[in-house]
Nanobody, 122 residues
């Protein structure tokens, strides 16, 4: 069992930045990802990082968001810049039970955090 705790959400104006953190109860040298879900919408993959550190991003956040991890501290990060109102959602950290490659598919993850709210005002 892996416990994930997100932090860093909040309210910001469009164009601003936030950095989300996800503290894991065990090592994170595995497939890790960030997802988001807005009211009335399906959960979508935002960013994922492979065991090698190679990232992938949804087209909607590419060049604005950066996923990174600190394996020594078991912390996953999501740096979000140039935020837009459409980025408003609950953001979830996710960990795979196994798997080396990145993935933006929710079914490829076994453990989820409780979520942190991000609100971007225009």
């Amino acid at each position: 069992q892996v416990r994930l705790v997100e932090s860093g959400g909040g309210s910001v104006q469009a164009g601003g930045s936030l950095r989300l953190s996800c503290a894991a109860s065990t090592y994170i040298n595995r497939r890790m990802g960030w997802f988001r879900q807005a009211p009335g919408k399906e959960r979508e993959g935002v960013a994922s990082i492979a065991i090698t550190g190679t990232p992938t991003y949804a087209d909607s956040v590419k060049d604005r968001f950066t996923i990174s991890k600190d394996n020594a501290k078991n912390i996953l990060y999501l740096q979000m810049n140039e935020l837009k109102p459409e980025d408003s959602a609950t953001y979830y950290c996710a960990s795979a039970a196994r798997g080396d490659l990145y993935s933006l598919r929710a079914k490829d993850y076994s453990y989820w955090g409780q979520g942190t709210q991000v609100t971007v005002s225009s």
